[in-house]
């Protein structure tokens, strides 16, 4: 089955930075690459997905980029606030509608 | 927004009770996951539902674990006898298709097993 790698666990960044938050995954024949931001107490919230026909997506502050060759996939979020402060889970699918894999998490601080 | 039901949002139960968890997809989603999440770890799924149907539950563990959607819309997730291990956040996810279609979550139920 497949198996998603996430790194770093933890990242502090001043507020204004840039964060970068990677994932490997192992099955060439996952298509499709969501990325959920979960709160304290709260279910994870979807916060931008891109599948395996596109290289690059983007909205606003956030963007991902996807790396088939290599089987990894990146998000980026541009002029960090202290509200993006929260646990960011990547994940990869299968076609067919299998079950999603999620990575282990990167819980994200800004410093004001 | 629509948005996924869950309750109750925190469970307190000795081990070897039963509890159970419930869940209410987003209006006409078709598919419905329970996923159960560790602390400090990513959602790992439990059950997918098809309509009423249960299309995957290999990581379901059946002894002690069982989930229905009778009707096809909400859907409840029961264990029975709860271990100390059991406890965790149990989410439900709902998407309008299986395939190729985002996931969106519930709040979460946060089971404690003492």
């Known amino acids: 089955g497949e198996n998603v790698e996430q790194h770093p666990s933890t990242l502090s960044v001043q507020e204004g930075d840039s964060a970068v938050i990677k994932c490997t995954y192992s099955?060439?024949?996952?298509?499709?690459f969501p990325w959920y931001k979960q709160e304290l107490g709260k279910g994870p919230q979807l916060i931008i997905d891109?599948?395996?026909?596109?290289g690059e997506k983007k909205d606003q502050r956030i963007a991902v980029t996807l790396n088939k060759t290599a089987k990894h996939f990146s998000l980026h979020i541009t002029e960090t606030q202290p509200e993006d402060s929260a646990v960011y889970f990547c994940?990869?699918?299968?076609?067919?509608?299998?079950?999603?894999?999620f990575g282990a998490g990167t819980r994200l601080t800004v410093k004001p | 927004e629509a948005e996924v039901a869950q309750s109750p949002r925190y469970k307190i139960t000795e081990k070897s009770q039963a509890v159970a968890f419930w869940c209410d997809p987003i209006?006409?989603?078709?598919?419905l996951y329970w996923y159960r999440q560790i602390l400090g770890q990513g959602p790992e799924l439990l059950v997918q539902?098809?309509?009423?149907?249960?299309?995957?539950d290999s990581q379901l563990p059946k002894d002690r674990f069982s989930a229905e959607r009778l009707k096809g819309v909400d859907s409840t997730l029961k264990i029975q006898p709860a271990e100390l291990g059991d406890s965790a956040m149990y989410l439900c996810?709902?998407?309008?298709?299986?395939?190729?279609?985002?996931?969106?979550f519930g709040p979460g139920t946060r089971l404690t097993v003492t």
């Open positions: 996810a709902s998407s309008f298709l299986a395939v190729g279609d985002e996931q969106y």
């Open positions: 099955d060439s024949a996952s298509n499709y």
């Open positions: 891109i599948r395996s026909n596109v």
């Open positions: 994940a990869a699918r299968l076609p067919g509608g299998s079950a999603m894999r």
């Open positions: 209006s006409g989603h078709a598919t």
């Open positions: 539902f098809q309509d009423e149907s249960v299309v995957d």
